[in-house]
């Protein structure tokens, strides 16, 4: 194995681990950024080539942007305490119909507007329902993080992820439904079964408020509502008609951003200065990160063994590549995963079952940690701006029991 390549991978590891681990408290970013810097300046991997890696995130990149402008113009102008007042009402003083409702909206956030959408406009519409009610946030919470990768992989835009792991080779909209329908039934389904039930004790010790008081909603709170309505309605459009999703987001997330600020005569400043623009670099990051590794041969092997995996059994290999994705995303994050698996899947003519057993581990498996994937690093951003801190144990207690039950149910009924 060339030295080159030793000291590639090892610098790979070494930022995925600080992305992770988070050392001396600095953001994730900053370890990305510097993982990626030291393979360009130890001549391990030639800057035209970690450009080339910085160019395929463009559309994600305009699609976090476009979202975290929406979401942040939505939290400026008090969506979010109007809807947690109108949770709380419906909720009529039952923590159980809460965390229920929760759910049932995070789902359709999930499905329409993406897990990133949970994560950033759901998280602190929930953490404000469960402070005007009264009640202990983090069980709540929790729903946000969880249903935002159970629900991923209803529909293309579900997550940004989908967009990696098939690119230009997305399935039409009707055969994504056929591949990835009732593995997302049984995703959305055991992944609230076993949540509700690790959440029972907290739940039943809960007292909350039957109603609230609140505001009416402003002109740009309306305004921002129809916003996150029109990125719903394009995304479902440009999916449809198999178009990129991230200029669309941007532009709609930019526009209504705009209109509202121009309308109230607000200035932008408010807005541009708290949305987490680290988000860019840290996937900028890893997307020179896994150039890297496609440059270093690992996408080659990766892709034999799969492909003798396949050859024994298709189910087998199903199984196999799906488990070993979902702890994979654990381990270095499922954006750079899906990269990887993205890169074999563009090589190779494998079968459905198999292509859709990588995307449900891509998807579904970063439930198990809390870094696991690009959406819930986002929720932990939001929950740090509300002073709330999550540790990495807590959150593997939770996820090793949420998680195996609801990835074994989607990888049956995507390969059987």
Known sequence: MPSDAIWAWSIIVAATAGVIIRPFRLPEAIWAVIGAGALVLLGLLPWQDALTGIEKGVDVYLFLI??????????LEGLFDYLAALAVEYAAGSPQRLFLLIYLVGTVVTVLLSNDATAIVLTPAVYAATRAAGAKPLPYLFVCAFIANAASFVLPISNPANLVVFGARMPHLTEWLRQFALPSLASIVLTYVVLRITQHRALK????????????????????????????????????????????????????????????????????????WSVLPLVGGLFVMVEALVKTGVIGHLS?????????????????VGIATAIATNIANNLPVGLVAGSIVAADHLPTSVVSAILIGVDLGPNFSITGSLATILWLVALRREKIEVGAWPFLKLGLLVTPPALIAALAAAIW
């Open 66 to 75: 476009g979202m975290m402008l929406i979401a942040e113009l939505a939290r």
């Open 205 to 276: 010790q809960e007292i909350i408020e039957r109603r609230v008081p609140h505001k009416v909603l402003s002109r740009g709170g309306k305004l921002t509502a129809i916003g996150i309505a029109a990125i719903g309605v394009v995304l479902i459009t440009a999916s449809a008609l198999d178009k990129q999703l991230g200029l669309p987001t941007f532009i709609c997330g930019a526009v209504t951003t705009g209109l509202v600020l121009l309308l109230s005569r607000q200035s932008p400043m408010p807005v541009l200065k708290h949305v987490s």
């Open 304 to 320: 034999a063994l799969l492909h003798q995996a396949v050859a024994q059994s298709v189910p087998g290999a199903g199984w196999s």
